[in-house]
């Protein structure tokens, strides 16, 4: 019975260590990479072309972007996808503007 209590308290610590590690690594880790080409920032417009907001996601080819199902939902009806290591949303200042395929 101790022995049972001990491993699930080792469990949870080593899982509850293991998030916050990662976490970390998310958030205010930005480091600069120009490695990745292929990575890019989406960001979602109305049908105005105003903001709405940003998603990562990967160049498969040279004309598809693939990124999370949720970074295309409404109001968006149109994208800009940036590549360049310093873009930033909501107005970087180059973009291919395109339109989501669900």
Same mark, same amino acid.
């Given at each position: ?7 699930? !308290? @080792?469990?949870?610590?080593? @899982? ?6 990662? &976490?970390?690594?998310?958030? %205010? %880790? =930005?480091?600069?990479? %120009?490695?990745?080409?292929? $990575?890019?920032?989406?960001? !979602?417009? #109305?049908? /105005?072309?105003?903001?709405?907001? *940003? ?5 498969? #080819? /040279?004309?598809?972007?693939?990124? !999370?199902?949720?970074?295309? #939902? &409404?109001?968006?009806?149109?994208? *800009? $996808? =940036?590549?360049?290591?310093? @873009?930033?949303?909501? /107005? ?8 989501? *395929? *669900?």
């Amino acid at each position: 019975m101790k022995f049972r209590l001990l491993f699930g !308290a @080792a469990a949870a610590v080593t @899982a509850l260590t293991a998030m916050t590690a990662s &976490a970390g690594a998310i958030t %205010n %880790n =930005y480091q600069e990479d %120009n490695v990745h080409d292929f $990575v890019g920032l989406m960001v !979602a417009l #109305d049908n /105005q072309g105003e903001f709405l907001w *940003r998603c990562s996601g990967s160049l498969l #080819d /040279q004309t598809t972007f693939l990124t !999370a199902g949720h970074c295309t #939902d &409404a109001p968006a009806v149109g994208a *800009r $996808v =940036y590549f360049q290591q310093d @873009a930033g949303a909501p /107005q970087p200042a180059h973009g291919a503007t395109a339109t989501p *395929r *669900r």
